[in-house]
Structure formats: C-alpha cells, structure tokens
C-alpha cells in the first residue's frame, strides 16, 4: 500500500477498477483480492508509557532514591532524554501527548474539573487537531488506552455521554480499559471497559491493585493483538493512575524501604544530585537549587511528625517500585512474543512534577485536604495511622518537602509551569531497530509535543491535512527522531512557552525567562499578585543548567527580549487571558462551562449508577432532601442503599438495615454520624424520606437531619460538620447499591445491594416540602418545573 495517500483520512475508497460482466463465471470476470489497510511497511508497534506525578530526581534511573530496574534496563538498550518537557499538569500534558500540539491550542489550560468558556481553557479538543491514535487507527494501526483518562470534559462524564471525547468513542483508541479524572482508588477503581462502567476483578481481600490490573489487561490484548493480526502494527498507550495520590501499595514493597528516608527531604536532595552527576543526567556543574522559604526544612518540621514524613515517602518510594516491577511484566510479554526490538518504547517518568498538593505535613485522607479541613490531622492524628499509609484504610499523600526532593535539582513542583521543577521529567526512548546507539544520554530540548510528530515520522505516515472530513491544523511539536542516532545533532525544538495558573516561561535557544505567580499549597487571595507585579527570572542554561542564578538584574535587556517573545506565543496558542482562579473555576456558572444537572431537583431510578459528582445535582453547603419510593418484594425486612454519593473517605447515604431506614454522613472519614428510624418500614410500597436543613452560617456548617416514612416522623438528628467542597475524586452516587468503598461502615452486605425495589428516588436542593411526602401526581410535575 506504498502508493496509497495518507494525508485525507480515512482513506477514501477507490472505484473498482476492470470490465464489468453480467456473470461470475465469465472468464472476463475479474477482480483484485481485498486487501485489509496496513501502515506503510516498517511501520514500527508503539508503546507510550507515561506515568503520574513523578519528578525528575524520583526514578533510579535519573539518579532518584525510587528503584526502578525496569526503567534502567530500558535505558541501557535505548536512550535518555535529559531535557524533555510537560506543561506542569496531568490533563493538560495528556492532551497535548496525544495531539502534538500546545495544551491551550487544545483547549486544555487546566484540569477538566476548572474548564471555563475561554478557548484555551474550555477542556474541548476541536475537530482541527486530531488525536494520534485516531490517525494511526486510520491508517491501519490497532489501538489501545490502558489507564488514566482526564481529558473528558466534566459534563460528558455520565453513562449518558457523549462519548466524542472519551478514548474508545471520539479518541481513536479501539480499546479503551481503565479510569477517567485526575486520580481513584488504586484498591477499588471505578472501571470502564469501552465507555461501560465495569468491577475490578477481584477484591482487595484477594489481592486487588490496579496496576496490575491494568498490566494483565494490557499483556492480554497485546498478546491478541499479534496473535490474531501480527502483520498489524498496534499503537498502546500504558498510562497507570501511578503514582499520583493516593499513594496506595501493598506493604511488602513500601516496608522494602524502612528506615531509608530518615534523614529527611533535604538530605535526600543532596544524594539525589550526587548521583545524577554520576550517571550523567545533570552537567558535572549542576548546582543544587536553593529551597524556597514557602517549603519547610526538615530540620524545622516537628519531631513528632517526622516519622509520619518519613513514612509517607517510604510508602511512595514502593508505590514507584511496584509500578516499575509490573511495567517490566509488560515489557517481558512484548518479548515474549519476539516483538520488543521492533517497537518504539517511550516510558515518560511523569507527566508532571511531583506533587506537593498534599501539603506541608502530607495526609492521610487527601480529601480532607481538597475541604480545607489539613488542620484536623495534628501530629498526633498522623502518628497514631503511621502503619495504615499506602492500606486501603488511607488516601494518602506525602509533604511538599517530599516532592520538592524528588524534583531534584530544581526549584518547585508540579502545576509551577515556570520552573523545570514542574515541567522537566525524565524520558526513556527504547527501539533496537531503529536506535544503533544504546545506553546513551539525549541533551536536545525535548517537549511533549514532540512524541506524536516523532510517531508519524517513525511509521513513514505524513501528518493529515483532513481527519474525517475536517482540516487539520499543523501539529505544533517538533520530530525527536533526528536525535534517536545522532548524539551531537542540533536542537531542532529550541523555542517553547509554559503557563499554568498564571506560572509561566519561556524557554529559547537555550535561554529561559520566567515567573512564578501561584504557589499550589498557599491558597487564597492574598497570597497571589497581580499578574502584572510578577517578578520575572532570567537563566542561561548554557551555563546554569537547573536554574540556580537568576541574572534579570544584569541582563534587562535580554529579559524582556523574552518577555514579548512569551506575550507573542500566549496571544498565537490561546494562552490569554491568564486565569489565576481557583475557587471560582469550581463552579461551572461562574466559570462558563455546561452543567449536566440544573435546576433543583432530579429524579433517578433504580439501576442508574457511576454517576460522578457532576452528574448529581448539588447538596453541598444547602438544605436538600431525597425521596424514594420502595416496595418489599418478598416480605421479608427490607436491607440496603437506596441512594448513596461518595465512600470511605467522604460521602452520603439513605439506606435501610433490618427494615429501618438510615442517613449515614461520612465526614472526610474521621466520623461516620448515622440517624436512624425509630421504627422498621411495613411491609408494600412506600415513601421513604430524608431532610437535611442546613443552618447556613457558611461553608461546611452543620444542621438537622429527619427521617420520614409516608410524611410521618421516625427519626431525627444532627450533623455537626459538613464537607464544603467535595465528597470524593473517583467515587460516585448510585441507586440501589454503594459501587465502591461503601460510605456507611454497617451495611448487611459488602455493597449494600437493596433487597427490594426502588420504583424512583428524587433529589431536592433548597427549602423542605413541608408536606415530607410527593404526591404520586405531583412528582413529575414538580421535577419538571424545577429543571
């Protein structure tokens, strides 16, 4: 198929060409035999492994404390890449990845979760910049995601779509198996297979986690895939939810580093960086970044606390071992099946900096942290679940100090798009058939918006000028395939912008220019500027490689030389305006975004479920009801969830136990508070109700709580507290079960399945019906009205 076009896709089909006949038997008759569409021939498979919040100094491989003997097999039969880039964040770099273009270009300016109506922000890929899978699919390429999906903008989450953004819908991956948004439950996911939610195949009990979970599934389809076509090239991108909080892995890889990060966050900089020289990966005359006051030493963190920090970075450093240990599984199949040498491997070590958003002291439960709730876990709170980190009991996360380290040698973390500490990740390109040189460094300028371009050119493919109908804009990443055998080879890629939450750079020529606006754990208006009141660092890096002597003072010049050059590509790539907000983005009218739920009201049915936060009408910080109407079906007590939101670690639920119905508020999982009937529900349908008044006085506050049956009172009590913000960041509401970890500790079975039946529930925001009870005539009517 050498003759074929590749620039209009798909493909148009050609006409038949030969005489037609009346007869199949006439000897005239005559026909090409079909042949199915292949890439061009020495089309290479490709596998793109990108894990998750990891920095540069983390991996052994790139000097860091984290064994990782996989990556460093890859990289002694393949390459690194020193200076390769992402954007400072999850959603926008997975984007841009699999685009080869800017993240704002994409739409992609932040997380899906703060989309806003601005083009650069607003999480809509358009139709102008098609994804690489779907190009390799359409060029005979078979396709497959296994992970992390947090491209989907939050109103397309639902059961009910669209699908155009999801991977196996408008995405270009034929398979799709794994989690969409920013993190989940490494011991309890929420799965979908294709665009089905689906249960993790076994529980932790027996064993569960989803790495390797997702490693089986990905080996399986591999295995498949050159089974039944191995003329057909596959394109796989392998994206763990690891190692992004929480950070969560069974004991025996987490207690293989006992006693190893004692001497603290600052000490381990230090090793860090002695051991990048050794390796090569840093200049033999990188200095070590000085550490910003806003980051702690360890010698000023409370003695109390340090063996919790400690802990917290022994538990990450095994979550990082055992994500090495089943990414080698995969490798081993691909050799397994004699396939190794002919696919291009790139293995990014993070697809940003690491984190520092679990705070100054880390935390237990992640959630309390996104509630502005962090000052409930004192010293005292965090030592007495010292053995509980990385278990399914926590949603941990370590200390700013921590990912601070593992940045090493740079300034900052992860979402500070200023400084390579946020944006530079280490980067392994492995392909014996297409790389002669091995075990060797790459010191270009690299960025993630090179791996699509550098795909095409490895399969002999030419970028598209039409994708299904609608042309194509040009891909804005620069092929990296020149570098694959030519050490010395100029930099090709020498000019690139970086902005997230207002931090922003400018790299050029080996020159960069930048400012930190934000930083991520100090939250508030008053710890932010004005854009304009930005204190803007210049630094050669032919000389000062990590950043280390800001020469804005000597070179003024040269630093607002740089500064228009930044303007010039923020104007080109959707970059302005700059949005600096945090809170406000939450919300998606002042942000400008589409709601799934309006109005005030909902009406569910039994068998809906996975449904995310977005696609449940809003009862935080407000009065709210919920109303079912249930029914025995065989006469026994009726048992199980009528509605529940959230799970172990924040969340909601109505159910009934021994016949009597129950509210469970689960706060941030440092207290279950349960009202519960005072009396069993008669047997034959009924009404079941809960009323929440809030008290209002602010956010998170408290307020009654009554429980009614057919209108009439059973039972009463009271919620002290509230969560302000969010229940959870991958648990979901549904009806008739608790999908999940279960949100309530006493259910009479482990997803709290209803042994009844549910003929609707209804969710009301606002003032309580005074009436406790919805007429069955009214009850449409009135959830009608209130969209």
Known sequence: ??????????????????????????????????????????????????????????????????????????????????????TALCSPTRQAL???????????????????????????????????AETLRLNGYSTAQFGKCHEVPVWQTSPAGPFDAWPSGGGGFEHFYGFLGGETNQYDPALYDGTTPVDPPKTVEEGYHLTEDLTDRAIMWVRQQKTLMADKPFFCYFVPGACHAPHHVPAEWSDHYRGRFDQGWDAIREETLARQKELGVVPADAELTARHEEIPAWDETDPQLRPVLARQMEVYAGFMTHTDHHIGRLIDALEELGVLDDTLIYLIIGDNGASGEGGLRGTFNEMLVFNAMADVETPEFMAERIDKFGTPEAYNHYAVGWAHAMDTPYQWTKQIASHWGGTRNGTIVHWPRGITATGQQRHQFTHVIDIAPTILEAAGIPEPTSVNGVQQSLMEGTSMLYTFNDADAPERHDHQYFEMFGNRGIYHKGWSAVTKHRTPWLLGPGNILAFDDDVWELYDGATDSTQAHDLAAEMP??????????????????????????????????????????????????????????????????????TAEV??????????????????????????????????????????????????LPSGEHQVRMEFDYEGGGLGKGGNVALYYDGEPVGQGRLEHTLPFIFS????????????????????????????????????????DADHFIEPDERIRIAMARQ
């Not at 590749?6 to 079909?34: E, H, M, N, V």
């Open 1 to 86: 198929m050498a003759d074929i076009q590749r620039q209009i896709l798909p493909i148009p089909d050609l006409p038949r060409p030969g005489p037609i006949t009346y007869d199949a038997k006439d000897p005239d008759t005559s026909f090409p035999p079909l042949k199915e569409l292949r890439p061009p021939e020495g089309a290479p498979n490709v596998l793109v492994i990108m894990l998750d919040d990891v920095g540069y100094g983390a991996s052994s491989a790139f000097g860091g404390p984290c064994e990782t003997p996989v990556f460093e097999r890859l990289a002694g039969g393949g390459l690194k890449f020193t200076r390769f880039h992402t």
């Open 557 to 626: 010049d040269k630093l607002h030389y740089l500064q228009r050059l930044w303007l010039i590509d923020a104007a080109r790539y959707n970059v302005l305006p700059l949005d600096d907000r945090t809170a406000e983005r939450f919300n998606a009218e002042l942000a400008g975004r589409p709601e799934l739920i309006t109005g005030d009201s909902q009406m569910l049915y039994a068998g809906m479920g996975r449904l995310t936060e977005n696609s449940l009408v809003n009862v935080k910080n407000k009065s709210f009801s919920v």
């Open 729 to 768: 960041a991958d648990e979901t509401a549904d009806v008739g079960l608790d999908s999940g970890t279960p949100v309530a500790p006493d259910y009479d079975s482990p997803t709290g399945t209803f042994t009844g039946d549910i003929h609707w529930v209804q969710v009301d925001v606002g003032s309580n």
């Open 631 to 680: 029914a025995s079906t065989n006469g026994g007590p009726l048992s199980g969830v009528i509605l529940a939101q959230g799970g172990s670690f924040g969340g909601w639920s109505l159910y009934t136990k021994e016949g009597r119905a129950k509210f469970a508020y689960n706060l941030g999982a440092l207290e279950v508070t349960s009202i519960e009937a005072d009396r069993p």
């Open 98 to 132: 699999l685009t080869g273009r800017n993240h704002h270009s994409v739409g992609m300016g932040g997380i899906t979760e703060i989309a806003t109506s601005a083009p650069g922000y607003n999480s809509l890929r358009p139709n102008t910049k098609a994804p690489i």
